[in-house]
T-cell receptor, first 109, second 112 residues
């Protein structure tokens, strides 16, 4: 049973556009929601994270929106750049970290 | 700081062979974990540890053993390799579960 559902599987966005990746969860015990970015051949690296007492967190061009009642959270990348092309994973933690299946983002000129 | 190191980077095994994937961190992190990454399936937790002497199973523990005798090291043992264990394996560490996890560079394992 997949505890964290992520969509879309792949996404193509034009340079300068907004990239949006969505995740949904069922376990209400989750209390920490990070997003990780992974480039080919590398390990994932933390991008941004949020806790459920906050509805939005922004760091530069990256924003997490969190809807506790709907059990959904999303990553928005503003002014998307070719260097943002990577695979993005959402995750959720209770006593361990559970990852979504990933979204391959491609930014085209 | 070297961060999280993993050895080897690549490994080819035959079915039935055993081996140990090494993981070490020099950040004095209590929480360490092993994941496998397969296309379309994201990162799946194999085993994790919240401190020396304490380990627990993740989502896909079958066929793998771990131990945590020191804070720094968290080796993953494949008991009898199977083709289904062909994957990229990542080790990660963090100060606590709800803090940034630092990932190693990964080990690409092929089981023939």
């Amino acid at each position: 049973q997949q505890q964290v559902k992520q969509s879309p599987q792949s996404l193509i966005v034009q340079k300068g556009g907004i990239s949006i990746i969505n995740c949904a969860y069922e376990n209400t015990a989750f209390d920490y929601f990070p997003w990780y970015q992974q480039f080919p051949g590398k390990g994932p690296a933390l991008l941004i994270a949020i806790r459920p007492d906050v509805s939005e967190k922004k760091e530069g061009r990256f924003t997490i929106s969190f809807n506790k009642s709907a059990k959904q959270f999303s990553l928005h990348i503003m002014d998307s750049q070719p260097g943002d092309s990577a695979t993005y994973f959402c995750a959720a933690a209770d006593e361990k970290l559970t990852f979504g299946t990933g979204t391959r983002l491609t930014i085209i000129p | 700081n070297a961060g999280v190191t993993q050895t080897p980077k690549f490994q080819v095994l035959k079915t039935g062979q055993s081996m140990t994937l090494q993981c070490a961190q020099d950040m004095n992190h209590e929480y360490m974990s092993w994941y496998r990454q397969d296309p379309g399936m994201g990162l799946r937790l194999i085993h994790y540890s919240v401190g020396a002497g304490i380990t627990d199973q993740g989502e896909v523990p079958n066929g793998y053993n771990v131990s945590r005798s020191t804070t720094e090291d968290f080796p993953l043992r494949l008991l009898s390799a199977a083709p289904s264990q062909t994957s990229v394996y990542f080790c990660a560490s963090s100060r606590t579960l709800d803090n940034e996890q630092f990932f190693g560079p990964g080990t690409r394992l092929t089981v023939l």
